[in-house]
Every structure is written in C-alpha cells, then in structure tokens.
C-alpha cells in the first residue's frame, strides 16, 4: 500500500484558480488512454482523501456521486452526502486519521485528491509516497498551489501525454 498524490497543475504551480475554477484545465489536450492518465491510475487506489473545497468542487460540477471508493473529506463544518456515497468526514491531524483509512484501503493504494495543502500535511507527518503531476500547458498567474511546503522529492518517471508533462516524483522523506 502507498499514499499517492495524483493532480493536474498549471505550469506555474497552481491546482485551480483564485475562485477554484478548473476550466483552464478542461480546455487542454489529454489523451485519458494515455501515460500516467486517470484511469490507469486510478484502478489501484482503495481509498481516497480530499478536503472540503475539493468535495464541494466534485458536488457541483458532476451529476451524480460517481466515485465507489471509500472517501474521507477533511472538513471543518458539516457538509452534504450524496445517497449511497461511502463518504467518511474527519477533522485534525492527518496522522490520527491514517490508519481507518490504509485499513479500509487494504493491499490497495490512498489517492490524496485535490488540495496542495492536504497532501502536504500528508508529507509532513510522513504518509505521502509519491507526488504525480500532469503539467498542462498554461500559467494562471495566481491561484490554489500545487504544494505549499518545502519537500525533496526523487523523479520517477516523465513522460508526454498529448500537450501534458507528466512527472512522477517519490517524496524523500528527511529528518
């Protein structure tokens, strides 16, 4: 089992726009067959986290909850759940949160999900494995960035996908 970070960024290091657009992203080319693309990936995730701005995100930009794995939403006030949605609310430390969640996910792998600074807070208690990034081809300027913190990462893997450099990174853990 792993921890992955799994995300799409703009060239300049930002998840989605000051008011958490993601449309720059949907306009770019990716080929969903193609290196490190989402299906693949996801088929050997067990378990997902995300925080509240990704989970609100996901609610109002798709019909129906269409997601099978358990889900654990770090949260700081309550929010909807979809009918039939395994979703699972925490607050705190990610550290106190870790076992339910590699526990539900079994010999699978965690998709941290969304939200720099969730999969940050991974990093620093030493839970996060890998960083996947697909660099799409346009800068924002400002926004919601990609991992506010200071990490050593050890590159994996780069490959192209249509206009995407996507790169793998391992998360070196120190100290």
Known sequence: MATYFYTASSLDGFLATVDHSLEWLFRQDFDMDGPMAYPAFVERIGARVMGASTYRWLLGHEDAWEHTHPTWVFAHRDLPT????DIRFARGDVAEVFPEISAVAGDEDVWVMGGGDLAGQFADAGLLDE???QFAPVTLGSGHPLLPRDLQ???VEVARNRDFACVRYRVRQTG
Do not use: Q
Request: hydrophobic content about 60%.
């Open 82 to 85: 979809p009918n039939g949605a």
């Open 131 to 133: 960083i996947w990034v």
């Open 153 to 155: 990462l050890e590159l």
